[in-house]
């Protein structure tokens, strides 16, 4: 009887291991051809510069070029099609940011995925807060200004954002809701042009990531009214943040954006852990470091898992944020 136990235990145990051997040899494989990163705005953009700051550093890690591949439009639709309609071997993946991996999914009923069975998430990059910035000709000089001027000029104040269905238009529909006010939205291609746009008072203001106009807040040529995020920044240290303001509800609205790569949903386990592996070392090297801390991104170092139960909570919390927001597109 004994005997027999064993022989079983044997058997199990081989089969657990031939189980696992494909499973090994196709990571060991991996990879074998070049990877394209899927970024969803256009070059100049900040999801651009971060992407090709991680091509060239996982090319170096994985031994194999890295190629990004800019696909805007739609809100980030376009390069979604691209990498949902993808293969799930690891070759082609995507650079998410928030309003496409969990503002938008949670604040939005129109959209034509959800990224919650439609990707790999594989590894978190880290978060960004934003800044509400006035022009100079704006006839703002506060965010207390902003929301007494907005409530008695409804519309007449108009703002920049990278476009529709970005963080920058999700926040700012979700601060007209949360104060009563009503702006005017002009959507454009990336951050740092809506924060141009802004300074050259084209635009009365801008809902973009903060480094986007720092330069030119310093320059005088734009107004730091709020960071769109739970705590102050660094580069703009007399702004105050979302919870400051005392607007109930705001504090929430941060981080104003996140980054993560992630791929077509179904990539085999032991892929998405060799390229979390090589993501992770990637963020912690001095060259991706140094970037991340210029570009005051708060990195991360999360697991697969991890990451994906970041973007569940993030998504429940836009859905019970934005139960009352109505958004045009």
Not at 28 to 48: K, W
Not at 89 to 107: K, R, V
Not at 211 to 232: H, N, S, T, W, Y
């Amino acid at each position: 009887m004994k005997v027999l136990k064993l022989a079983k235990s044997l058997v199990l145990a081989m089969a657990a291991l031939a189980s696992t051997a494909p499973a090994f040899a196709q990571a060991q494989a991996y990879p074998s051809r070049p990877i394209r990163l899927i970024a969803g705005l256009a070059p100049g953009s900040a999801v651009d510069a971060l992407s090709r700051q991680y091509a060239q550093k996982l090319s170096e890690i994985l031994k194999t070029s890295v190629i990004v591949e800019n696909k805007p439009g739609a809100g980030q639709i376009v390069a979604i099609n691209a990498i949902t309609a993808a293969q799930p071997d690891g070759y082609t993946l995507y650079m998410g940011i928030g309003s496409a991996l969990s503002q938008g999914p949670g604040i939005r009923k129109d959209l034509p995925y959800d990224p919650l069975k439609a990707f790999t998430f594989i590894a978190h990059v880290g978060s960004l807060a934003g800044m509400i910035y006035a022009s100079s000709t704006a006839p703002v000089q506060n965010f207390s200004e902003l929301v007494s001027y907005a409530k008695a000029n409804p519309s007449t104040l108009n703002y920049a954002s990278a476009g529709q269905g970005t963080a920058g238009h999700l926040g700012a529909e979700l601060f007209q809701y949360l104060t009563g006010t009503k702006l005017f939205h002009v959507p454009f291609r990336s951050d740092p042009e809506a924060a141009r746009e802004a300074a050259a008072g084209t635009v009365n203001l801008a809902f973009v990531v903060g480094p986007a106009g720092a330069a030119l807040a310093e320059a005088g040529k734009l107004r730091p009214l709020m960071v769109i995020g739970a705590k102050r920044v660094a580069y703009l240290p007399n702004v105050p943040n979302a919870a400051e303001v005392k607007v109930r509800g705001l504090e929430s609205i941060g981080p104003f954006t996140h980054y993560g790569i992630v791929g077509p949903a179904g990539m085999p386990p032991a892929v998405v852990e060799k390229l979390n592996q090589a993501i992770n070392q990637a963020t912690a090297s001095p060259e991706v470091a140094a970037y991340l801390k210029n570009v005051h991104i708060e990195p991360s170092s999360a697991s697969s898992q991890e990451f994906r139960s970041y973007v569940e909570n993030e998504i429940a919390k836009w859905r019970k944020l934005g139960e009352n927001v109505k958004i045009e597109f």
